[in-house]
């Protein structure tokens, strides 16, 4: 069903008809048949089982770049995106419920947007498809690439940052738009979107006097499968924990359970270290953050060495967090201190690097896409905008800035400010000036136009007041220098130039002319059309033929005209034996008979001097002179002179003096001569 | 045969009035007119005022202050004065002056009809006419810089339904953009085909966005969400009655505390929550709408209000005529 334009629908969950992975289908039949010998059972009729091995796959390890339709906020963006969750849009409608995640209810998505600060987790790229989860989790099945990307981030910045286990469910949708709404649309193919959504807001650091910083924020595509158990199942009540500080104790105590084994002062017991780290590695939180350590280090019995010192951390990093819903930004600060005591107690683990992964352990997450941004400031848009100071330009504002050293800004009503001018003389002076940007509404029409100048200078004015006035020949300036920083339009500019002087004439010579022009073109004639003018005067020149031709053309032919009127004298058959030179008594008399005898009578006139002398060598010669001379003259008289010189030689034209005619330049030689001066004359201009 | 040639001949002259082609300003973007083809585009972008040094656009920084939008008319003889620097670059002696003076007219009117079809979309009519002014603003605030990709729309009417009108591009109440550029990271240069009745500059809208009313007190941050019917779509209560303050993750910041939240919102009516959130539900109250600042004229403001020079005028007068 389709959605109306500008409209949504939103979905929890499309779930695909089968998980990615591979799959086989097994088809069975069981047959019977009774006939009359008697009834035939399944194993008469066998037919055998058939298998069908299918493959679903999906991306595990990256998400192919044409799956992603956009991501929020905008990748290596600035901006105050405090107030706006991360989302990545997916062009494949299930893919966010195409794994299972063990342990989690069905259909739960296996991927997560999780928001990471700088410096709270590392993000390790190209890296072997194996080593992109945890050491520990296998994931069964084909790996879609080779190398994938892989986010190492420490289970304290899990229980942080991550979605827990109940908000994974709820931070993936899939959505239905219109699709022929290309604001939401944004390019997919059937309207059908998955979104996954950030749980984390990318609010903006805070210094310690109320300033935001900037803050870099990774956003990570995880993977989740085989480590749902990792993330928190619950976000915790809003009661404070001293979990780093109880760690960090507890590093301590290593540390120097280390030292009394190194020097073999107070026996340090192995197995019970051990037990300590069973029940260290996944304790809940501390309820009551002093009596935590304390109670774990009677635990460790014999251990006289073990100091707690959880007191200190609880005055100093352990403000109680308010059950409300402002996080302060003081509090933030105090706990940021406990981060810094987890940094220093960064050099215990150096001493025991085994200790340090099992207290804070780090997990990997296969990172199916990430992009980072950063974000500033936390004002929102609304606000800022809300806020303008709104005015013409020109006006200075409300509170003028810092006026040290300097004289007020002098702004006059036209918008014209005063500025400190130095004259090719070397003089200081004042001068007006105003940008193209007026708080006026200027004046449009051609008559107010700026007429042509060629230099700056052309613009410069005088004012009453004796300042000059720069602005136009600024604006001038600036076109030029602009324009001189641009060789391609200085050789456009020069070619246009040596191009279209011709146009340039040719302009002048119809503005002279302009009544003739307007007379055979009509009155409305554009003379800016200059390069259509040919055409135009054709088509303009064939319309008057066509509506006046006996003026151009003389009179039409008419369609029919009456054809040379014979002269008949006498009979018809007397008429016909004198065309035919026989006398006219052959074709008279009504016998036809008698007739076609007379005909057969009627003598052939020959001329035997021709049939004796044809075949004679002496006829042809004088004929064949004869006709030489004929077509000698007839060619030379055509043809002018040059032509006679330069064309005609060889003995096809004896040429000779005599032939040529003693006349002065014909209209062919002169329209020739014509035409090779002005050729000579367009390349001298040139 | 002399029969079939004058049918042709009369034809011709209906074919001639079909195919005469109107205006010369029907032109192709790359086709030669007044002046080549790439010349014009050079010229068309100088008078946008494209390369323009900021100080020439702006003479002091203190026209400009921090957090401020200023309004303006374009100087039309301010632009014609850089293009006529930009031709003189062309002309040697003085016959080619000649020659450009006698093509200015044309080329200037080339160039208003140009300049006006710069951001022109594929299929949009061309704009034609006369040159009318061109307004704009300069906008400078944290805004340009931390929303990239902000929306201009202007009219040139007050559109009857009010703030939330869409008009299609081209619509002929739509006054088209000629310019809309970032010269600073935090400096936006708008220009109009036109003086708008009514500006929109609207948050950039990649997409739906997901988030929470943002507040930020001092030292200390909070954010509230106004929940919707989940039937209808419409906030409970627009005024902010029922908003819940969001909660969040104890220790980490800006961690959305979901399971809190669905707990808070389980307690207003119709929010999908009571009955356990599901994921389109939490998506469904987290829609936000990008904001959108209306500028027009509620009342015709005193001139005096919008614009003060430091100078006034008489004063001038008398200085300098010693009055």
């Not at chain 1, 804070?360 to 199916?368: A, G, K, N, S």
């Not at chain 1, 006398?583 to 009504?590: E, Y």
Request: glycine residues 6%.
């Amino acid at each position: 069903m389709a959605v109306g334009e500008g409209k949504f629908k939103l979905y929890t969950k499309i779930t695909p008809p089968l998980e990615a992975g591979d799959w086989r289908f097994e088809a069975s039949q069981n047959l019977s048949a009774s006939t009359p010998q008697g009834s035939l059972d399944e194993d008469d009729l066998r037919i055998d089982q058939e298998q069908i091995n299918v493959r679903i796959r999906s991306p595990r390890y990256v998400l192919p770049p044409d799956q992603v339709l956009s991501t929020y906020p905008p990748a290596n963006s600035f901006g105050s995106y405090g107030s706006r969750l991360p989302q990545v849009v997916i062009k494949r409608r299930t893919l966010p419920w195409e794994r299972r995640l063990d342990g989690a209810p069905q259909n739960t998505p296996w991927l997560a947007l999780v928001l990471i600060a700088e410096g709270e987790a590392r993000l390790d790229t190209a890296v072997d498809v194996a080593d992109c989860v945890t050491p520990g989790v296998v994931l069964d099945g084909v790996a879609e690439v080779a190398k994938g990307n892989r986010l190492v981030v420490r289970k304290s910045i899990i229980d942080k940052v991550f979605p827990t286990r109940n908000d994974v469910d709820l931070l993936a949708h899939a959505r239905e738009v219109d699709i022929h709404d290309t604001e939401l649309m944004m390019g997919d193919d059937d309207g059908f979107l998955a979104v996954v959504i950030s749980n984390r807001l990318p609010v903006p650091g805070k210094t310690r006097s109320g300033e935001s910083v900037p803050v870099k924020y990774l956003a990570c595509l995880v993977n989740l499968e085989g480590q749902y158990n990792a993330l928190l199942e619950r976000s915790p009540d809003p009661v404070f924990s001293t979990r780093f500080v109880t760690e960090r104790l507890a590093f301590t105590e290593h540390a120097a359970q280390d030292d009394h084994r190194v020097m073999g002062t107070a026996g340090a017991r192995q197995a019970d270290f051990n037990l300590a780290e069973g029940a260290f590695a996944p304790a809940p939180l501390a309820s009551t953050p002093a009596a935590g350590p304390a109670s774990r280090a009677e635990a460790m019995t014999g251990s006289a060495s073990f100091k707690v010192k959880s007191g200190v951390a609880a005055k100093d990093g352990a403000t109680p967090h308010k059950a409300t819903s402002q996080w302060s930004t003081q509090d933030l600060a105090k706990a940021t201190s406990t981060d810094i005591s987890l940094q220093m107690a960064a050099d215990f683990r150096i001493v025991d690097m085994i200790d340090a992964r099992l207290l804070d352990p780090e997990y990997r997450f296969p990172v199916l896409l990430h992009w980072s941004f950063t974000t500033t400031g936390n004002t929102t848009f609304r606000s800022l905008m809300e806020n303008l100071d709104s005015r013409l330009l020109g006006d200075v504002g409300n509170t003028p800035s810092d006026l040290s050293g300097r004289l007020p800004l002098e702004v006059v009503e036209s918008g014209h400010v005063g500025l400190n001018h130095k004259t090719r003389e070397g003089d200081e002076v004042r001068s007006w000036y105003r940008g193209p940007l007026v708080p006026h509404p200027t004046l449009t029409s051609t008559a107010n136009r700026l007429d042509l100048a060629h230099s700056s200078d052309q613009l410069r004015i005088v004012i009453p007041d004796g300042r000059e006035d720069l602005s136009l020949a600024t604006g001038f300036e600036i076109g030029r220098l602009l324009t001189l920083s641009q060789p391609s339009i200085i050789a456009s500019l020069m070619r246009w130039r040596q191009g279209h002087y011709h146009a340039a004439r040719l302009k002048s010579m119809l503005v002279a002319n302009r009544p003739l022009w307007e007379s055979i073109l009509g009155a409305g004639f554009e003379f800016n059309d200059l390069h259509r003018l040919g055409p135009l005067v054709g088509r303009y020149l064939v319309d008057a033929i066509v509506k006046q031709p006996e003026l151009l053309l003389g009179e039409p032919r008419p369609k029919v005209s009456p054809g040379r009127p014979l002269e008949f004298d006498g009979r018809a058959p007397d008429v016909l034996a004198t065309g035919l030179g026989l006398s006219a008594d052959i074709l008279r008399g009504g016998d036809l008979n008698l007739m076609l005898d007379n005909l057969r009578k009627v003598q052939i006139p020959m001329d035997d001097l021709i049939i004796d002398q044809v075949g004679t060598i002496g006829v042809r010669e004088a004929l064949e002179a004869d006709l030489n001379t004929q077509r000698i003259d007839l060619v030379s008289n055509v043809l002018s002179n040059k032509m006679l010189d330069d064309v005609l030689t060889g003995p096809a034209f004896p040429v000779t003096e005599t032939i040529k005619l003693d006349v002065s330049l014909d209209a062919l030689d002169r329209i020739l001569v014509d035409s090779i001066r002005a050729r000579q004359l367009d390349e001298d201009e040139l | 045969m002399i029969n079939n040639k004058i049918d042709i001949l009369n034809h011709l002259a209906a074919e001639l009035k079909t195919t005469v082609k109107p205006a010369f300003t029907e032109f192709q973007k790359d086709q030669d007119t007044a002046m080549p083809a790439e010349l014009r585009n050079w010229l068309v972008r100088l008078r946008l005022l494209e390369g323009v040094p900021f100080a020439n656009l702006v003479a002091d920084s203190e026209l400009l202050p921090q957090e401020s939008i200023r309004w303006f008319y374009l100087d039309r003889r301010w632009t014609d004065a850089i293009v006529q620097g930009a031709l003189s670059v062309g002309t040697v002696n003085s016959d080619d002056r000649i020659q450009l003076e006698a093509q200015y007219a044309a080329i200037r009117a080339e160039l208003d009809t140009e300049e006006r079809n710069v951001r022109r979309r594929e299929g949009d009519k061309r704009k034609m006419g006369a040159p009318g002014p061109i307004s704009g603003f300069l906008l400078r605030s944290a805004a340009v810089s931390g929303w990239p990709g902000l929306h201009v729309r202007a009219f040139n009417v007050d559109p009857e339904e009010g703030d939330d009108a869409r008009y299609e591009e081209d619509d002929p109440r739509r006054i088209r953009l000629l310019r809309l550029e970032r010269l600073a990271p935090a400096v936006l240069l708008c220009l109009f085909d036109g003086i708008p009745k009514v500006v929109h500059i609207e948050e950039p809208r990649q997409g739906i966005q997901f988030g929470f009313m943002h507040e930020d007190s001092g030292s200390s941050r909070s954010a509230k969400l106004r929940p919707r019917n989940k039937t209808t779509f419409e906030y409970l209560d627009e005024s902010g009655g029922q908003d819940i303050d969001v909660p969040f993750r104890v220790g980490s910041s800006g961690v959305v505390d979901i399971r809190r939240l669905s707990d808070a919102l389980a307690t207003k009516p119709n929010t999908g929550a009571a009955d356990g959130l599901d994921s389109a539900e939490y998506a469904l109250q987290l829609i936000r709408f990008p904001w959108r600042q209306v500028y027009g004229e509620v009342e015709s403001p005193r001139f005096e209000t919008v614009f003060r020079a430091t100078i006034e005028y008489e004063k001038v007068v008398e200085a300098t005529f010693k009055l």
